[in-house]
């Protein structure tokens, strides 16, 4: 079955930077896009960053744009979420995502707070 397994979040000081992390298993990584989304307290799961499965296109959100990279790994199975100048809206729980037969498939997230 898919596992998607986030790692990396923490608490970090706003202008600071966090890497995030997920291994994925269970389905053809490298065929697949992937997405990170998050959610803060009291608000809705909402898109961050998707990348293509093949060349690598990037899209982001407005607010993340300049700020965050996404990447991956084919070889590994590994998605990646580079996220610098980090602002105390940016905290939620980070979420990995992909869609596989026809079904959107969560990990269970990783914490990331900006706090001074």
């Known amino acids: 079955q898919v596992q998607l397994v986030e790692s990396g979040g923490g608490l970090v000081q706003p202008g600071g930077s966090l890497r995030l992390s997920c291994a994925a298993s269970g389905f053809p990584f490298s065929d697949y896009g992937m997405s990170w989304y998050r959610q803060a307290p009291g608000k809705e799961r909402e898109f961050v960053a998707r990348?293509?499965?093949?060349?690598?296109?990037?899209n982001y959100r407005d607010s993340v744009r300049g700020r965050f990279t996404i990447s991956r790994d084919n070889a590994l199975s590994m998605l990646y979420l580079q996220m610098d100048n980090l602002l105390p809206d940016d905290t939620a729980v980070y979420y990995c995502?992909?869609?596989?037969?026809?079904?959107?498939?969560w990990g269970k997230g990783t914490q990331v707070t900006v706090s001074a």
């Open positions: 995502n992909t869609i596989y037969s026809s079904r959107h498939h």
């Open positions: 990348i293509t499965s093949v060349g690598g296109m990037a």
